[in-house]
C-alpha cells in the first residue's frame, strides 16, 4: 500500500538490541538506499511463507541502484516464548538460510515504536528515510516489488508468486482459525502447521514426524483448499503452542 504524502520517517533501531548477521546498524546511515523492513517471526507460518520473497529481493536489488541497493532488514517479534531467546533465533536465521540482518526484539520494543499490528508486517522507506510502501500479512508481493523497482529506478520482472494463492487474481477460502495448543479434529485450508518448542516425535494422521527445532512447521499441505480431519499428537519431549491454517486456492 503506498504511504500518505506526508513525510512520515523511519524509527532509529534502538542501540541496546542485539543483530545477526551484521555487528549493528543505524537507520540514519542507510539514507541514500531504500531499506525494506520485515517484521516476523520463526513460529509464525505467514512469516515463514512471505520469508522466500524476502530472500529473492535482498539477492536481486541488493546491488541495484545507488549506494548499494536495497537493504533489506528483517526485525525479530516473537509471539511465542521460543522466539525470545537470541540462541533459538540465530539457529533459526542459519537454518533458514537468511543472509541479510536481523535485529532481534525480544520484548517488541522496536514493534511498539511502529505501531506495527501484526506478522509479518513490511516497510519501505525511500532514500531519504522516509515511508514510500507497506503492508501487513501475506501478499501484495508484486506491489512491493514494483515500489522497490521505482525507488531504485529499475526495471525489470517481478518474481512469478511461489504459490497459486499468491497471485493477484487468486480466489482465496476463508481457512479455519489458528487453534491453541494441539488440536485434533475437522478442518477446511491448504495447509496445516503447528508451532512447536522442544525435541522429539510427533505423529500427524498416524504418520511419525521428526523435530529436531523449534518453530513452526508444516504438518499437512494440500494442493488448494480442502476439508479435512487433523490427528495430531504430542511425543515426548515436544509441546505444541498453537496449530495454524493457511490458505488455498478455491
Known sequence: MRAPPDRIPAPAFLTHLRWVNVK????????????????????????????????????????????????????????FPPGRGRASVTAAVARLGIEYPVLLDPDLEMWQEYENQGWPARYLFDGRGSLFDYHYGE????????????????????LAPLRAEDAPDAQVAPQTEDQPGAYSGPYEAGAVWAVLDGAGAIKV??????????????????????????????????????????????
Not at 539514507?31 to 523492513?37: A, D, H, S, T, Y
Not at 509464525?44 to 533489506?72: C, F, I, M
Not at 501478499?139 to 517481478?158: D, F, N, S
Not at 504438518?219 to 519431549?237: A, C, F, K, Q
Open 139 to 158: 501478499g501484495a508481493y508484486t506491489e512491493t516489488e514494483l515500489a522497490i523497482q521505482e525507488l531504485l529506478q529499475v526495471r525489470r520482472e517481478p
Open 205 to 250: 494422521n498416524g504418520a511419525e514426524l521428526a523435530v529436531t527445532a523449534p518453530g513452526a512447521h508444516l504438518l499437512v499441505e494440500h494442493g488448494r483448499h480442502t476439508e479435512g480431519v487433523l490427528d495430531l499428537e504430542m511425543g515426548e519431549g515436544v509441546e505444541c503452542l498453537a496449530t495454524c491454517f493457511t490458505p488455498g486456492v478455491v
Open 24 to 79: 549493528s546498524l543505524r537507520m540514519e546511515r542507510q539514507l541514500g538506499r531504500p531499506v525494506l523492513i520485515e517484521f516476523w517471526d520463526f513460529c509464525r507460518p505467514n512469516s515463514l511463507r512471505t520469508l522466500p520473497y524476502l530472500k529473492a529481493w535482498h539477492e536481486r536489488y541488493g546491488e541495484d541502484g545507488g549506494a548499494g541497493g536495497l537493504q533489506v532488514i528483517g526485525i525479530h517479534s516473537p509471539g
